[in-house]
C-alpha cells in the first residue's frame, strides 16, 4: 500500500505529481494553531543570549547544560520552532520560522510535557509560535518530583498541508517533521 502512495504522488521527469488545479486563498488554513480558553505562561526571548559557536555543537564537554526553567524552555523553543521574523508586501503579512518549511505552511507544532521545571507548572502544553508562548493543555503532576524533567512531542497538521498540495500533504508533513526535529537537536545541542 505505502508503495502505491509513493508512485501514485510522486514528481516525474515528464510532469509534476497531480495537486490541487487551484488554490481557494478564502479557505486558507490559519498558519497558527490555538487553543481557546487555555490559561498561557508568556516565555521569555533570550535566544541572543546563547553564547555557544556552532563548532562547539560538536565539542564533547564544550556547552555546560543549561538548568531546566522557563528561561531554557523559552529559548530551546525559540531556536527551534520559533518566529525569526515577519514579511510584508503590500497588503500581506506573513511570519518566517526558524526551521524550514514546504510552502511556508508550517504543519509541524511542538507540544512540551514539563515536570518540576522553574516557571513552568507540571503539565502537558502547546507551544505557540506566534506568541512565544505555552498554552496549558492539561494540568498534572509529571514525575516523582525529585529532578525536573521536559519531553517535547511534534505533531503534524495534515489538512494546513493539504490545502496546497493535495495528496501529497503527507511526504511534506514527513519533511517538516524531520526538519523540527533537527531544529530541535541544534537548539538543545546550544543549551
Known amino acids: 500500500m505505502p508503495f502505491k502512495y509513493h508512485e501514485r504522488t510522486k514528481h516525474r521527469l515528464s510532469k509534476y505529481a497531480a495537486g ?3 488554490l481557494d486563498w478564502s479557505a486558507q488554513p490559519n498558519p497558527f494553531r490555538e487553543f481557546a480558553g487555555c490559561a498561557r505562561v508568556r516565555l521569555p526571548l533570550n535566544a541572543s543570549r546563547v553564547a555557544t559557536s556552532f563548532p562547539g555543537l560538536y565539542q564533547p564537554g564544550e556547552v555546560a547544560p543549561a538548568a531546566l526553567s522557563i528561561e531554557s524552555i523559552g529559548t530551546l523553543l525559540q531556536l527551534s520552532m520559533g518566529l525569526s521574523a515577519w514579511k510584508e508586501y503590500g497588503p500581506d503579512r ?3 520560522r526558524v ?3 514546504s510552502g511556508n505552511l508550517h504543519p509541524s507544532e511542538a507540544y512540551v510535557l514539563c515536570g518540576g521545571v522553574s516557571g513552568i ?3 502537558l502544553y502547546h507551544y505557540v509560535s506566534r506568541d512565544h508562548a505555552l498554552e ?3 494540568a498534572n503532576k509529571v514525575g516523582d518530583g525529585t529532578q525536573s524533567q521536559v519531553w517535547i512531542g511534534v505533531s503534524s497538521i495534515h489538512w494546513r498541508e493539504a490545502w496546497k498540495y493535495g495528496e501529497r500533504a ?5 519533511l517538516d517533521v524531520g526538519h523540527a526535529i533537527g531544529a530541535l537537536r541544534y537548539a538543545a545541542a546550544a543549551l
Open 170 to 174: 503527507f511526504r511534506y508533513c514527513q
Open 94 to 96: 506573513w511570519a518566517l
Open 136 to 138: 496549558l493543555r492539561c
Open 99 to 101: 526551521n524550514p518549511s
Open 20 to 22: 490541487p488545479e487551484t
Open 121 to 123: 507548572g507540571d503539565g
